[in-house]
């Protein structure tokens, strides 16, 4: 038996998220079937969280165990020979029997896109959201400043991100070690939050307040009021999926 870690990167656009469904492609779903018709066996394949319809991964790590006897490189090349041009698997690896890419985890890191040009390049419609108009950069990066550190995220929290009736463990606080917003471009900038782990659209969320106030639509003060209230509704929409890439996924 092996324990095989992988490393996936795949556009999300034409896809229903990570997790596999009955009736619908996921990118989970594609690479079991690709690896269980290659290792002629079923294949279960173990991911270190879930992406949402349309949300990309420049990093993805999952793994599964095996009794085949193939040679990984075979095993990668055959794969991505099958795999849709979507979906390729950038390494895999042998680890440890008790190595699980969800539960091992340390940090992950997440970008979101932002295109603030007056015409959007249709090239870059599928991976960046638009939003022409000038935003206060000053006034964000005050709001990733104060989001930095040990917090109560469930002001940024979806529904179903959680059993709420689990009274035990952290709950709703997670560990931000990064949060920053950087121009990447002309009229191109990226967000960028790096936790010890992400609440259910918890990026999303943060992201689609934090640019209402570069918008001058939510003062500072509010960003503040909405972190401290613990309730959902009083943050703004969720940002849309396109914009949201996962980036690296850390382990000890």
């Not at 009274?167 to 960028?192: C, D, H, I, K, P």
């Not at 690296?248 to 000890?252: N, T």
């Given at each position: 038996?092996?324990?095989?870690?992988?490393?996936?990167?795949?556009?999300?656009?034409?896809?229903?998220?990570?997790?596999?469904?009955?009736?619908?492609?996921?990118?989970?779903?594609?690479?079991?079937?690709?690896?269980?018709?290659?290792?002629?066996?079923?294949?279960?394949?173990?991911?270190?969280?879930?992406?949402?319809?349309?949300?990309?991964?420049?990093?993805?790590?999952?793994?599964?165990?095996?009794?085949?006897?193939?040679?990984?490189?075979?095993?990668?090349?055959?794969?991505?020979?099958?795999?849709?041009?979507?979906?390729?698997?950038l390494e895999i690896?042998?680890?440890?029997?008790?190595?699980?890419?969800?539960?091992?985890?340390?940090?992950?890191?997440?970008?979101?896109?932002?295109?603030?040009?007056?015409?959007?390049?249709?090239?870059?419609?599928?991976?960046?959201?638009?939003?022409?108009?000038?935003?206060?950069?000053?006034?964000?990066?005050?709001?990733l400043t104060m989001?930095?550190?040990?917090?109560?995220?469930?002001?940024?929290?979806?529904?179903?991100?959680?059993?709420?009736?689990?009274?035990?463990?952290?709950?709703?606080?997670?560990?931000?070690?990064?949060?920053?917003?950087?121009?990447?471009?002309?009229?191109?900038?990226?967000?960028?939050?790096?936790?010890?782990?992400?609440?259910?659209?918890?990026?999303?969320?943060?992201?689609?307040?934090?640019?209402?106030?570069?918008?001058?639509?939510?003062?500072?003060?509010?960003?503040?009021?909405?972190?401290?209230?613990?309730?959902?509704?009083?943050?703004?929409?969720?940002?849309?999926?396109?914009?949201?890439f996962l980036k690296?996924?850390?382990?000890?």
């Open positions: 038996m092996r324990n095989l870690k992988l490393t996936i990167a795949f556009d999300g656009t034409d896809y229903s998220g990570w997790q596999r469904q009955l009736n619908a492609p996921t990118i989970q779903g594609e690479l079991e079937k690709v690896l269980g018709t290659i290792t002629n066996s079923p294949v279960i394949l173990h991911g270190a969280g879930r992406t949402d319809a349309g949300v990309h991964a420049l990093a993805m790590v999952a793994n599964f165990v095996t009794e085949s006897s193939i040679d990984r490189e075979k095993l990668l090349t055959g794969a991505n020979c099958l795999l849709p041009p979507a979906i390729r698997i690896k042998t680890v440890a029997p008790d190595f699980h890419s969800r539960f091992s985890t340390s940090r992950k890191s997440y970008i979101y896109a932002i295109d603030t040009s007056p015409v959007q390049s249709p090239i870059t419609r599928l991976y960046a959201v638009h939003i022409p108009q000038t935003l206060n950069l000053h006034k964000m990066r005050e709001c989001i930095t550190g040990s917090h109560d995220f469930a002001s940024f929290e979806a529904s179903g991100s959680r059993d709420k009736s689990i009274l035990s463990g952290r709950g709703s606080v997670r560990t931000l070690y990064q949060a920053t917003l950087t121009e990447t471009g002309n009229n191109s900038f990226e967000f960028e939050l790096c936790g010890d782990g992400f609440l259910r659209h918890m990026v999303r969320n943060i992201v689609g307040t934090v640019l209402e106030v570069g918008k001058g639509r939510k003062s500072i003060e509010e960003f503040l009021k909405i972190l401290g209230a613990r309730d959902r509704s009083k943050a703004s929409a969720t940002a849309p999926a396109h914009g949201l690296v996924i850390q382990y000890e």
